[in-house]
């Protein structure tokens, strides 16, 4: 599923993906300049998740509202917490 999602993307102009030949197989991913055009406004998609979503949900995930730094690091934003 990944590697499939990861070859349209390439294949749409969004990804760029290098492969080194060599032991073990090592590829890498970065954004072009056509993908890059995208983050602004997935980081306010972001940011409008972190403000509107509940603070604390029934399956325990608790997000503060930290700066976002980083372009959509919501992951890194909230943390697991027992009930």
Do not use: F
Not at 13 to 36: C, D, M
Not at 53 to 72: F, M, V
């Amino acid at each position: 599923m990944l590697s499939q999602s990861l070859k349209e993307l390439e294949t749409s102009g969004i990804v760029y993906r290098v492969q080194y030949n060599e032991v073990p197989p090592h590829v890498e991913y970065s954004l072009t300049e056509k993908g890059a055009s995208i983050v602004p406004a997935l980081t306010q998609i972001g940011q409008w998740a972190i403000e509107n979503i509940q603070s604390e949900t029934t399956y325990g995930i608790l997000c503060d509202k930290p700066s976002l730094n980083l372009p959509l690091a919501i992951s890194s934003l909230c943390t697991k917490q027992t009930l």
